[in-house]
């Protein structure tokens, strides 16, 4: 089982509580156009800015085998939709990912596996082009800022219909079994905790890199020690792997 992001889920669900948001099934034929290619949208063109301007913004992914959470694809919204949106606001965009348990239990080859298909569902997010929503990542940083178009706002576009976009091409994945897309542009969420969250599914990712290419055995010595320490499965992961011959 894959329980390497359970506790950020957890995290998030605390951080959630008592939070009123607004759920979306998912419906493919309410997914929000696309461009072929990542679109600038200059800042005269620019009707709405999420997570600028000095305000808080975050976006990680939590992948997870446990499907008692999250049993359906939805999209959820915590705060204003963009068609309720005046100014700069805070934004953060967490996605959770339930995934197949899969038939590789090997433990010389499951690490990479695992790290290949979290490579493989992380790398979605750089291939998405919403029409009029411009987003702006780096595979360096787990922030997110998002320009909206006038042209966009005008067309109706929405939370919702973003959201459809993105689970979208995440079940194109044969081991993607359930997407939840979750927006927060409440005023009411502490987004310092959530940075903490985006920081955390990083260093996942990238100790699992490292395990991959074979850590040291010595915890001393081992510059993973910490999230190893911290993060349920990850030592499991490490010290199953076969020596090498």
Known sequence: MIKLYDGLIDRLNELTEGLGSVSYPYRESAAWPETKDYEVILQRDTALELGGSGRSNANYMC???EQSGIQIDEVRVFGPDLQEIHGPVDFARVCEIVVSEGADTDPETKPAKLHRLLQDIDFVKYHIY???????????????QIRISWSALRDGISFEAVGNTYIRHYKENPAVLHVRVNFFTTPDLDYRELQKSAKTAADIKNSLSDITKGLPKDCGSCGAREICDSIEGLRELHFGRKAAP
């Open 63 to 65: 992948v997870t085998t």
């Open 130 to 144: 919403p029409s009029g929503y411009m987003i702006r990542t780096s595979g360096q940083s787990p922030r997110e």
